[in-house]
Every structure is written in C-alpha cells, then in structure tokens.
C-alpha cells in the first residue's frame, strides 16, 4: 500500500522560519512533490525532488532523503500568504504518472 | 505556465441527477489527465487517471459506472457523476501533464465545488 504522513498542523509567527515534514512508504519512488493549497483553491507545484539532498527555490527549499523516506519544506520569512495547506505527493512509478498525496499539513502564519 | 480550467466551478443539484464537469488544458496538449476528489480539511484522493482516446484507469474503491470519464481529446477531459447522492458532494479537482516538462509535473484546475442535496 501507499502510506504518506504529515502533521496535520503547524502555526508560526511572520518572519520565522518553518519545516513541514513528510514520511512515505510507497510501492516505488519516481519523485516527490510539494503543493501549497489555499482553502478553497487547486494546488499550485512549489518544488520536485527526485535525488537525495536540498533543492532551494527562494524562500522555498525542499530536502529529500530516499533511504529513509523522508522529505521536508522549509520555508524561510514567512509571510502572512504563507498561511496554506501543504501538501507532499509521491510518484510511486514511472507510469502514468500518477501521485499519491499525503494527508496535507494546514500552516497558519500569525503577525 | 501552462493554464487548466474547469468548467463549472460550483454546481448544486437535486439527489439522483447527473452532473458533468469538464476539465481543458488552454495551451498545451494533456497527454493524460487525472481526476481527484477532496473532502473539506483533507487531502486530494485520485479517483481515475485517463489517457486521450482509451479507457479511464480507476482507483480501488472508485464506481467507474458512476463516475463516467471521457478524455475524447487531448485538452478535454469530462467527469461524469451519474445519480448523485449528497455523499457524492465534495470539491473535484482535474489535472493534467504533459511529456514535454521536465518533471512531468500535474497541472492543476480551479477545481468544481459539487453540492448535491
């Protein structure tokens, strides 16, 4: 079976910095994603990792390991429109593509 | 970026009637689109995958009798839910990918509030 984990919610103040965690046992591994969703809104891609180690895109870093089926987002200067649900998926094989997402972690940025 | 729009973004219905939701790319070809079902404050669950021009893929425990996907080209793809119940009320959300992106990564709709009462 597929089985994604995240903690289902985090809060932090404007400015901070803050990492979602993400552990996965999946059938195979093509890759790991992550998402921001706004309530109400379809999820926008933010980073893809699919070697060991730290991809850094502005404020937004991702980090994988594969050994230990383990993936975080860091995000730095938070900011109010930061506040979001954040959602790690994996690509479990090199067919159709498809991601399996996990259970999404709901992030509130407070001033 | 590469652009998916669905048509309607919110439709309510009376329990037993069918409802369609479309899914296009505006500026790419889809190779293949995915349709995925959010319950409020939970994450997104595949339901089916579709390539243009064969038969959808359904996920374990989805009715492919009751959620009728069409993929007849390759920037439309419709799902249809036929006899909806109020349990059937959920956002539905498309995406699509293409082989011409590095990661291959889905593209995401607006997504179709579906209220059924």
């Known amino acids: 079976g597929q089985n994604i984990d995240q903690p289902t919610e985090m809060t932090a103040t404007e400015g901070a910095i803050v990492q979602i965690n993400c552990t996965y046992q999946?059938?195979?591994?093509?890759?790991l994603f992550w998402y921001q969703q706004h309530a109400g809104e379809a999820p926008t891609f933010l980073s893809y990792?699919?070697?060991?180690g730290l991809e850094e895109k502005g404020r937004f870093s991702s980090f994988l390991s594969r050994s230990k089926g383990y993936s975080y987002l860091l995000l730095k200067e938070l900011q109010m429109k930061d506040s979001a649900s954040y959602l790690c998926?994996?690509?479990?094989?090199?067919?159709?593509?498809?991601?399996?997402f996990g259970t999404g972690t709901r992030l509130l940025v407070s001033p | 970026g590469a652009v998916v729009s669905q048509h309607p973004s919110w439709v309510i219905c009376k329990s037993g009637t069918s409802v369609k939701i479309e899914c296009r790319s505006l500026d790419f070809q889809a190779t293949t689109m995915f349709w995925y079902r959010q319950f409020p404050k939970q994450s997104l669950m595949l339901m089916a995958t579709s390539n243009e021009g064969s038969k959808a893929t359904y996920e374990q425990g989805v009715e492919k009798d009751k959620f009728l996907i069409n993929h007849a080209s390759l920037t439309l793809s419709t799902l249809t839910v036929t006899s909806a119940h109020p349990e059937d009320s959920s956002f539905y959300i498309c995406?699509?990918?293409?082989?011409?992106?590095?990661?291959?990564?889905?593209?995401f709709g607006p997504g179709t509030r579906l209220t059924v009462l």
């Open positions: 998926a994996v690509r479990p094989n090199t067919g159709f593509q498809k991601l399996v």
């Open positions: 990792n699919v070697l060991d």
């Open positions: 995406s699509a990918t293409t082989s011409g992106v590095s990661y291959n990564e889905q593209f």
């Open positions: 999946t059938s195979g591994f093509n890759g």
